[in-house]
Nanobody
């Protein structure tokens, strides 16, 4: 069973950048379909970005061109580089994995089987 731990959240001014990390343990995530989701105060959790087992990527329209999802297999870690941050990006960010050897990109919460505990990002105006 895989465990996921996010880090890298914090307080940043609008226009700034943060890089979130999702460190995996228990097994390698090199073949996993994974994603980042976020939940803003008073809102439902929403899809942010996803990466397939062959490193194809996709993004929510609201973050496309500003966020980049990537994976470092040597460090067994998933990343989310967030640039040009906006106050609307304020949320708790979660990483998740659907599991190994799934070929696609997945967009729904229910597609994912293992979740981290989340890291909070606050963007001030």
């Amino acid at each position: 069973q895989v465990q996921l731990v996010e880090s890298g959240g914090g307080l940043v001014q609008a226009g700034g950048s943060l890089r979130l990390s999702c460190a995996a343990s228990g097994r390698t995530i090199r073949n996993d379909a994974m994603g980042w989701f976020r939940q803003a105060p008073g809102k439902e959790r929403e899809f942010v970005a996803a990466i397939s087992r062959i490193d194809a990527t996709d993004y929510a329209d609201s973050v496309k061109g500003r966020f980049t999802i990537s994976r470092d297999n040597a460090k067994n870690t998933l990343y989310l580089q967030m640039n040009s941050l906006k106050p609307d990006d304020t949320a708790v960010y979660y990483c998740a994995t659907k599991g190994r050897y799934y070929g696609g990109i997945y967009y729904r919460e229910t597609d994912y089987n293992y979740w981290g505990q989340g890291t909070r990002v606050t963007v001030s105006s």
